[in-house]
């Protein structure tokens, strides 16, 4: 099994559905929902290049990696009282610990900041997601830069990371989506990702985390073996079915969301079979949800 860390363990945070504008039919032509400009996102190990400001409502962003020690990219909202030192001193802290500690200190994290997900990609791939956002300051940051080796592995400080204000304003809704991935935690059964709809190459796709208390994320993998099944995926998370069944090197997807929210992402997936997969640690004992039966075959078509 790879030695990534587990991103987070789950804990309590609020989620909700977001509301926005009003029918533009019946708006004043000043008030007519505006089109939402695609903002841009490079990261790289050579440099780091974010928006300063958006409007609120569901923000399009466009993601590019320039580097496979980078892309790993979200956006985050400091919740009252917090501050940006320790957002990054408590997140640091989730890829550095384990059991009991993990869990704490992703207790500490989410009490820290509210997650809205992003964007996972690598180089030569571009993806765009979409993210309801209110008004109110966010920072914009490279996951992968506090996981240590796996990233940069930066100085403390070093990370990168800038801050976005969010403007009120009316913009456009949001795209609707070809598909629907749920996180849920099914009783008798554990955390499960549920499909609704067919996934098309291009095609948007709506991936809500659905968890009670629990962070989630949604990585997709290319699976080219056509005998891959589900229980060969299960035996790899378990620790006894060798390599992985699927190409780590090309996964997209989104880093984590708190319980709650949603995301659109707009991910290059060409038409074949997929592992839907997730690395985040569950809240009860910070072994991966993927471990316990959150991995599901899509297919792309």
């Not at 976005?164 to 499960?192: F, M, N, W, Y």
């Not at 098309?200 to 994320?217: F, K």
Request: glycine share 10%.
């Amino acid at each position: 099994m790879p030695s990534r860390r587990s991103l987070l363990t789950g804990a309590a945070a609020v989620g909700g559905a977001l509301l926005w504008g009003g029918p533009a039919a019946q708006a004043h032509p000043r008030d007519r929902p505006q089109a939402a400009q695609v903002l841009d996102i490079v990261t790289g190990e050579d440099g780091f290049t974010a928006p300063a400001r958006a409007f609120a409502g569901p923000v399009p962003f466009r993601l590019r990696t320039t580097s496979s020690r980078t892309g790993h990219v979200g956006v985050v909202r400091l919740r009252a009282g917090a501050t940006e030192a320790q957002f990054r001193a408590r997140l640091r802290r989730v890829f550095t610990t384990e059991g009991q500690d993990n869990i704490q200190a992703a207790h500490a994290l989410m009490a820290t900041a509210e997650l809205y997900g992003g964007g996972i990609t690598h180089p030569g791939t571009d993806i765009c997601f979409t993210a309801p956002l209110p008004p109110g300051r966010y920072l914009v940051l490279e996951y992968l830069d506090f996981e240590g080796p796996r990233g940069r592995d930066p100085q403390s400080g070093q990370e990168h990371l800038r801050s976005l204000t969010v403007h009120p304003t009316k913009t456009e809704a949001a795209r609707s989506s070809c598909a629907t991935l749920t996180a849920v935690d099914i009783p008798g059964q554990g955390p499960r990702f549920l499909l609704d709809g067919h996934i098309t190459p291009g095609g948007p796709l709506r991936y809500v985390n659905r968890m009670q208390n629990q962070v989630d994320e949604a990585m997709f993998c290319p699976i080219t073996d056509d005998s891959v099944t589900e229980r060969d995926i299960q035996a790899f998370f378990d620790g006894t079915g060798g390599a992985p069944p699927f190409d780590l090197s090309k996964w997209l997807g989104t880093p984590p969301l708190s319980p709650g929210r949603e995301v659109l992402l707009t991910t290059p997936l060409a038409p074949g079979r997929y592992a839907a997969i997730t690395w985040v640690s569950s809240i009860h004992d910070a072994r991966p949800l993927s471990m316990h039966g959150q991995h599901r075959i899509v297919v792309v078509r």
